[in-house]
């Protein structure tokens, strides 16, 4: 069992570029988030998902797309990157079909934009 | 919106002694509260949690009290060891989403 995993682990992009960052689960988990972690903030939650073909969105969504086409995979897309958007990216899994329970954290990826 | 307020934020204890952390929420529908532990460069990960309809866990040296009418939950660890060094996190969460306050860093002194 890898868990949660997710790539790249650090990623640089200039001011309006684009990208996506990868979030994989090999628990059967069936609910999946991201999260950024700024200094001093915490984790805040940018959008989730309760199954294949349902997300939503969290608490700070602007700027960033999700989908979610299969169990197993959960991508988050930031369309136009702002330097707003530096920070680090966590993805997470849940068994149950809420966030009411355990959730188990991805490795992370630190983004910059410059 | 929904908010959980965490304190203090730093955190200095000397090896052996005890560590309280406290949090409060806003949304008194909220119905469970984890704590997490991350280490430096790590990902969070659970440590105890408490659902609203428990008062009070106790795992090992880490115990966890809920006081659902004061919507106020804290951290107890007692015996602190330096490996217990990390920041902790406490979030409340209802239905689909999870509200994290902002950290404590906690440093054990050896």
């Known amino acids: 069992n890898a868990g949660v995993t997710q790539t790249p682990k650090f990623q640089v992009l200039k001011t309006g570029q684009s990208m996506t960052l990868q979030c994989a689960q090999d628990m059967n988990h069936e609910y999946m988030s991201w999260y950024r972690q700024d200094p001093g903030m915490g984790l805040r939650l940018i959008h989730y998902?309760?199954?294949?073909?349902?997300?939503d969105q969290g608490e700070v969504p602007n700027g960033y797309n999700v989908s979610r086409s299969t169990t197993e995979d959960f991508p988050l897309r930031l369309l136009s990157a702002a330097p707003s958007q530096t920070s680090v990216y966590f993805c997470?899994?849940?068994?149950?079909?809420?966030?009411?329970?355990?959730?188990?954290f991805g490795p992370g990826t630190r983004l910059t934009v410059l | 919106g929904e908010n959980v307020e965490q304190h203090p934020s730093t955190l200095s204890v000397q090896e052996g002694d005890s560590a309280v952390i406290k949090c409060t929420y806003s949304d008194s529908a909220s119905n469970y509260f984890p704590w997490y532990k991350q280490e430096l460069g790590k990902r969070p990960q659970l440590i105890i949690d408490i659902r609203s309809n428990v008062g009070e866990k106790k795992d090992q040296r880490i115990a966890v009290t809920l006081n659902k009418t004061a919507k106020h939950f804290s951290l107890h660890i007692t015996e602190t060891q330096p490996e217990d060094s990390a920041v902790y996190f406490c979030a409340a969460s209802k239905g689909f989403k999870t509200i994290f306050g902002a950290g404590t860093r906690l440093f054990v002194k050896a």
């Open positions: 998902s309760v199954g294949a073909g349902i997300t």
């Open positions: 997470a899994s849940s068994y149950l079909r809420t966030s009411e329970n355990e959730q188990f």
